[in-house]
Every structure is written in C-alpha cells, then in structure tokens.
C-alpha cells in the first residue's frame, strides 16, 4: 500500500496537483477568450473584439475580471449569469492585457445592450474589466 501510494504521488507533478482548469473534465470546450493572453496590444486589441464576437456566436461569452491569487464570487453572480447568458471568469493573478481584456468585454457590454436594453447595467460586477470606461463612453 505504501508503495502504490509513493508511486502515485510521484508518477504526478505538483503543478498537475494543484493546477486548477475550470473547463478540465468539462464537455463544453475552452472559451475563445482563454486565447487573449496571446492578443496583441500594438493592434489596438482587436483580436479582443474579435474572440468576444467567437464566444458569442457560440452563446458562451464571459465577462472578464481582474483576477488575483484568492478568487472573489459574490451571491448575486448566479442570477446575473443566469439571467443575462453571460459567465464571469476571472482569469488569475497572470491574466491578459488589461486593454485587450476590456476590448473583450467592451464586444460583450455591447451584446448585453443589444440583447437587454439597458437593465443588466445595475446588476453588472462593478469590478468587470473595462466597465467604468465603456460606461463613461455610453
């Protein structure tokens, strides 16, 4: 039994251990916005935009949110999710650029409104990347 024991705990790294993949295990495959951290800030981040319209065409778009090493989840974010089709995800202490994380997130608000007028501003994380500019800009 020990050794059945030492050879499991060897046979899989540390990092496989505590590694944490929300979409691990999962039938439903990877949103396009796990690809920003590979977007490029010198384009004005449009790939930001353009990875949102992938993620909404397949009815999963995120919302995305600074991240840090203790993930915050309020009460109110299964409503909002439920309500409005949209999942927060928050990416971690080594997320995207912040501007290509909110150019994401700008396509997304735009949908919401497209989609909800107006009344999933109130209900909305305040701490959503991008969200105070796009509403000083709307």
Excluded at 29 to 45: D, I, K, R, T
Excluded at 75 to 104: H, I, K, N, Q
């Amino acid at each position: 039994m020990k050794a059945l024991l030492i050879m499991t705990l060897l046979g899989s790294s540390p990092a496989m251990v505590l590694a944490q993949d929300a979409f691990a295990g999962s039938a439903e495959p990877a949103p396009y916005s796990s690809q920003l951290g590979f977007a490029s800030v010198a384009n004005g981040c449009e790939e930001g935009r353009k990875l949102a319209e992938k993620d909404i065409a397949a009815c999963r778009p995120f919302l995305l949110l600074a991240g840090g090493i203790a993930p915050v989840a309020y009460s109110a974010d299964a409503s909002f999710e439920r309500a409005f089709g949209v999942r927060y995800l928050e990416s971690g202490c080594t997320g995207p650029a912040p501007a290509c994380a909110a150019a994401y997130d700008a396509r997304v608000f735009e949908y919401l409104t497209e989609n909800f007028g107006r009344g999933w501003r109130k209900k909305i994380r305040k701490d959503v990347l991008g969200l105070a500019e796009w509403k000083r800009r709307h």
